[in-house]
């Protein structure tokens, strides 16, 4: 199979809400994002973040980081896609729409 398939290549979104009323959940809700941009994720809209992953077996793995992350409190998703269904996405501001920059096959450096 070819390394770099668009149906290989997968991007993992988490999508959360967390509280955020005291201190204490201003806190876990800093470190729940923080911990997310340090394992690769890209904020993509307030409260979802993006990370490309080179294959379905890498994707797992930031998963399993990300669950290891779970606050007790909220409301968190995490979603697998393929890059094919990914580069689907309609993007707008406002009713403008934008072309989809995130898409497209990236290099490994070994």
């Not at 149906?7 to 204490?24: A, G, N």
């Not at 409260?47 to 290891?68: D, F, G, P, Q």
Request: glycine content about 4%.
């Amino acid at each position: 199979m070819d390394r770099f398939s668009e149906y290989r290549i997968m991007w993992v979104m988490v999508f959360f809400d967390l509280p955020t009323e005291t201190k204490k959940e201003k806190k876990i809700y800093a470190n729940f994002r923080k911990s997310l941009m340090q394992d690769g994720f890209t904020m993509f809209q307030f409260s979802i973040y993006l990370r490309h992953c080179s294959s379905r077996e890498n994707a797992e793995v930031h998963t399993k980081r990300v669950k290891n992350l779970l606050p007790e409190k909220g409301h968190v998703g995490i979603l697998s896609i393929t890059d094919r269904q990914f580069a689907t996405m309609e993007l707008f501001y406002g009713k403008k729409e934008k072309a989809n920059s995130a898409s497209g096959q990236q290099f490994e450096l070994f």
